[in-house]
């Protein structure tokens, strides 16, 4: 049901398995990316490893990077980078960025053994 409801495009862009996606002004990815270096030229290793020089670096990279890869308690917005990796695997909170059109929202999702919360908050950027 999920391989049909995903359809053939969808999953053909999974299999591609692409390390990293632009769409407009974004630029979506695992770790970040190297500064200095354009978009179309960033390493494998950088875009799954980088942290420091990526994390620290107040350069514009060409498009506002989401990335996750360094844990942080709640997603971190900033002009040239968004963290979305809230650790979902050890602190129970996945964050999820929706974005279409001009709209962007986050969705944030927490479970523990007694309950589950869902908020979804509307951003404005």
Request: with cysteine; proline share 2%; glycine share 8%.
């Amino acid at each position: 049901m999920l391989l049909a409801a995903l359809g053939d495009e969808t999953l053909q862009w999974l299999d591609s398995r692409p390390l990293s996606y632009r769409s407009g002004s974004y630029y979506f990815c695992h770790a970040g990316v190297r500064p200095g270096v354009e978009l179309n030229k960033q390493v494998a290793s950088d875009l799954l490893w980088i942290r420091n020089k990526f994390l620290y670096s107040d350069e514009d990279h060409g498009a506002v990077v989401v990335h996750g890869h360094t844990e942080v308690d709640s997603p971190e917005f900033l002009y040239n980078r968004i963290n979305i990796d809230t650790a979902a695997h050890k602190s129970g909170r996945l964050s999820v960025i929706g974005m279409q059109g001009t709209d962007l929202w986050l969705l944030s999702v927490s479970a523990d053994t007694r309950n589950t919360k869902t908020t979804v908050q509307k951003l404005i950027v």
